[in-house]
């Protein structure tokens, strides 16, 4: 461990503060797509790799680019997950916290990565099974503003 004398914690957090700004995070993936490129026959062929490459090898990570968000809602009890709506995908992103994508809004568009995969539920309002295309988000980027 370290020790640092309490009279030099506040220049610490300050200098610390101001390097983080200029950090830039890096997210990996393998297969970049365009938003009209998302399907459910691309999304069943990577769930279908993922399943077949067993507990040893990282899932296949996706980035979509330009998808257009028409909404955005806080999910779970507590309001602590997101999920990014958009024509045909949804972009979900699990115990964050409410202000998480606080800056994306209807018209805007974003850079997403992370894990593709339909969600299967039942409907019972419509009493059917919903398919719905989902990235579970390991990051977004705004690309353009409404």
Known sequence: GIQIH????E??????NTVLEKVERVLYYDVELNSAEVNHEV??????FNRISGKDCEPIKVKVNNLPITERKLMGKTSTSVKLVSDNLLAVKFAVGDNYAEDVGPFDQIDVVGLPQ???WYHRGLKQWVRDLQIIMDDYKRTQEA
Not at 11 to 16: A, D, F
Not at 43 to 48: L, M, N, T, V
Request: with cysteine; charged share 45%.
């Open 11 to 16: 220049k610490l957090i300050e200098y610390c």
């Open 43 to 48: 999304i069943e062929r990577i769930e279908k």
């Open 6 to 9: 309490k009279d030099n914690v």
């Open 118 to 120: 339909i969600n299967k």
